[in-house]
């Protein structure tokens, strides 16, 4: 991979910045994580609810869900209070509406009766890249939910088909980085997450131009990124976990 | 391209629906045009503003910006109207975000002053593909409201960089699909948007697995489809606007 | 009657626009009708739901209500989005109640079971008289969902009673008018809203003064203006729905 | 007028409830009037702003606007607080729109400068009609604001051309009855509210058929009944403000 | 007591101002208060509802809650209309969980049913001290509708422990003073509002520094001023109650 | 004191929580406090705004404000989200108004010129006593603010007059205690929150009987309580601060 030009970091192109997963920080949910990528720290809970959706009444099947909040000084200039504005942006649905389907992508739905799990992935501090950091970290807390599920004799086996992690790629002064922080991000060309199984399926992918269109061949780079960042934060899941 | 299964509707796996552009189609908007996608029909109009937003205020740039709707009777059975619920949904701001940031990626946003341009695109009858529509339907009226602006003076030239159109693609009973109508989007296993250039390049992609992931394969296969479709619409967006 | 001043139009102070009613114009609901009074238009589909509210629970009786909303740029000057200010105003409210209270009037109630009929009146372009469009067509939409509904064998007979039509007049420089457009709207002394039924019995009356009050025969005058344009109107929706 | 059936009042039918208007009953408002027609109990304060509405600016003119509000417990059962419930209804709306283009009607806006009066219609007690006696005591409270700002010099008379009051018609049991109370309206076949001048012209008219259809000469009696009720609320009108 | 300074009203320091108690003052409310302390006029109504709070369902125990509003030209200059902004302020919340809260106090809630009690305060005139008025005031609009509900049967006994009512103290000029009216509230240096019951309990007290904080000596000042206030504020409610 | 009972958590009856409070938590805060008192956490962090609230303008003075927030599962069960629920609870607009004019007591308002200082309490974990662990970390929140400006050269001295914290007392079990965690606070009669300078002024006082009214000896005694643990934490506030 070529490296013309130094990220501000000092990191090489596909280099993670430091990457910490803490299981069962919340004294109180069912499976918790708090995910640290760097200066962006996301504290992930799952909360148990014996209820589903009622449009999953007499299916037999569960939901996940997630919502997504900023503290409001997370970010470098302070960001107004969702609650007390009324409503929550465009770009906090979008998230949200993200982090539960990428969850659902790996969860036997059918294998924890008719229940609901919801996460929620509240960022303390933001340096960029917190979407995938939710995700990543949710995916940890959720098998965490499950495993105390299992301790309780709700469900036999862990629902979960596999891992789930994502990563941020750009193209930032012309080149191909992995996991870019605020600085990078705000001056990247373009920018894409990735959330991927463990096993390489494409679970979600969002690209975008943000100052002029990209070539097919820099949209594989940024895969190929994302595919050996995911890589290592499988590894860093199962760590957490205590997991083969 | 493998054509196992009969699509619902018997076209071919790389067959656009039937496309109609039809521009002035509003009689007070600076621009306008009426994308039909089969059964999809959008209206897309753009309405010129004097004032760009205060974020702009001193930069001799302007902006272009989109919103979205669906009348309550577009869809299959009744969606109620966001007016009436107070807010618009999650989906409803994740499209016209994209509509959006589509548009601007094709616009010189120095070239028509400190103006807004604001796209309407609101969904009159769906039948599926509802945001590749309003791409595809609003690059034209941008454009008329571009030529009207010329026309009075405004500008000298069209700040247009070169056209932008938007198709979806998807996996339905494994074989991957252009142009899905509602019946094969509901029932995709994985379905990806695309927004591509005139020249090729990828504005937004968007693809999300549905049931379970899928490949880079999959993906480069749909991708090969938007290209091939994307293509056509160009054509279309040509012909309607009266150009070469 | 007097005909002192030219109607910007060229029509004589008793004559109605082009009027155009168009049946089935939208592929799902159970009833629609696209309604034009020349440059104004406006969509109206009639929903069936299976419920009605909650207040009629076990008496047997059914219920008609109606919505209204303009699309953004349907007017001279684009009007913003009620879905993204988050509330409908005073005046979309009122004219939807207007439009419930009219249908009513000529419905039997007990005549379609617990049920309810939605119709959603869409103003797509507006040139004055969008709540008289909006009345006029939904009797022809509301008319068509009961006979797909009699065609389904919900109900024995369509339960309407008379039809309904609804006309504006008002006085533009001291002539007594019908059917205002826009501009003669804008500049009238006085305007009046009439639905009247087709043996002439009056359902509502709304009268307001622009500027200054006027006088019980000027009053009458536009009465007699309307039973004309509404006789008309009349005439127009049974030619559309293929009765006598 | 016939009198076939008693009303349940034992009023004749061209006979008003007991009317009291009482002006200066609020300690801070530059005008005030409590209206009480029979059980109906509406406090009118008059609150001078210095700005009009940027819509006015520059043009010399003053506006008089209007808001209307029910205690809780006004009504029979009682209602919900529209503070709690977070919006305005659509009939709060209706009526509130109406008091101000009553008021409007007889002001001379040019005569006050840019200024606006806000109008507070509050319902203490309801008993039917009270948007009637909210215009009635409006047009006193509106008067002693005007004669306040003369007094302190602002005007040099006071900018009204002539009174206005308002009085609510109905048909009940087949006949045509003046100021209906709570348990008339309920239960009557049409009622329409008529907004008159001193001069007898007509400012609004808004009638209902809340069963069936009424007639060209049932809404000309109800006219001729609200001429004489309104001319003896001029009188009384008069008399509060102590004017000749 | 030091009276160094006099109070702007002329009252000694330990006065309230002239408190009227008038019961029943509402034609459909269950019980009924207006309270005025001098210019502070709240009317307080009580509603019965059948239902309680559905936390309670199947407890045996009913609920006593309160609502608070004040009529937008109450005050000195006029303050917006809660339900036309669409919320309700801190300050009015705060209110009326204190108002519930004092009440719920002194009711024995098993014995009344499953039933709730709903208390609205509604401020027509302000001039200091509100919430102490709608305390004292809601007192006896509650007492009346368990009397009327004695009266009806639906309870054995009036389910009141102990009378409760609330007064306002301050420092002001340096000077303990009681019952503040809106002059001297707004330049106090601190203020506190006591809830007592009638056996001198302490329900609720809430002491603020405005300018600078108070001592302990000030404070048990302020609080034997209450005493005093409120053992004539529970004669004033016995007597409007017509009890021993 | 009187120990009759032991404490569910062992703790004598004057005895704090484990207090924990570090500096400077948040990267990009002006100030920053993370404060633990036993498993109750809130993270406090203060914005310095170049803009002093509108009814400031052109006084020299400037304001200290305060927003409060609890994570959905700070809580034992799930706490609904305020910003998707699209408002504020009462409860948390009362405490944030309460943290707000706590800290305005001890700062002069004179001495930093036109700006705001806004401080976010955010609750991470709740265990009781949370407005009290915010008010107690805001104080050294604004205090590292100041520091910050001073060194900017904003200030020339920290413009605080004297430290503030506070603490809850309550009446548990007949015993009046210190620093109620959750669940003696959901179990006691009474409580009561202090908010005192350094030098032992009252700030704000907020006593509530949740079961039965208290008497003025017992209200002292919690008082006497209070003043033994906000000593302590002043003594921890310096030493976070690192001040004598």
Same mark, same amino acid.
């Given at each position: ?15 993670? &910045?430091?990457?910490? @997963?803490?299981? %069962? *920080?919340?004294?109180?949910?069912? /499976?918790?994580?708090? =995910? ?78 008719? &229940?609901?799990?919801? @996460?929620?992935? %509240? *960022?303390?501090?933001?340096?960029? /890249?917190?979407?995938? =950091? ?111």
């Amino acid at each position: 991979m070529a490296s013309v030009a130094a990220r501000p970091s000092g990191r090489s192109a596909d280099q993670l &910045r430091a990457v910490e @997963l803490t299981v %069962d *920080v919340n004294r109180y949910a069912e /499976g918790s994580c708090l =995910a640290k990528f760097g200066n962006t720290h996301v504290l992930c809970t799952a909360t148990l609810e014996e209820k589903a959706p009622s449009f999953l009444k007499g299916s037999g099947k569960g939901w996940v869900t997630a919502e997504y909040g900023m503290l409001p000084r997370s970010t470098h200039t302070r960001t107004d209070r969702e609650a007390a504005k009324g409503k929550q942006s465009g770009r906090t649905q979008e998230i949200q509406r993200l982090i539960g389907r990428s969850l659902r992508a790996v969860t036997d739905l059918t294998g924890f009766g008719e &229940r609901q799990i919801r @996460l929620d992935c %509240d *960022v303390i501090q933001a340096d960029g /890249g917190t979407r995938t =950091a939710a995700i990543t970290g949710s995916y940890v807390a959720l098998y965490r939910c499950f495993a105390f599920m299992k301790e309780m004799g709700a469900v036999k086996a862990i629902p979960l088909i596999e891992p789930v992690a994502a990563i941020s790629c750009g193209i930032h002064n012309g080149q191909c980085v992995l996991d870019l922080e605020y600085e990078e991000d705000s001056a990247a060309e373009a920018d894409a997450n990735f959330v991927l199984t463990g096993s390489g399926g494409i679970v979600e992918v969002q690209g975008t131009a943000e100052k002029s269109a990209f070539s097919e061949a820099q949209f594989l780079e940024l895969l190929k990124l994302a595919r050996k960042g995911i890589g290592e934060l499988n590894a860093l899941q199962k760590a957490a976990l205590g997991i083969a």
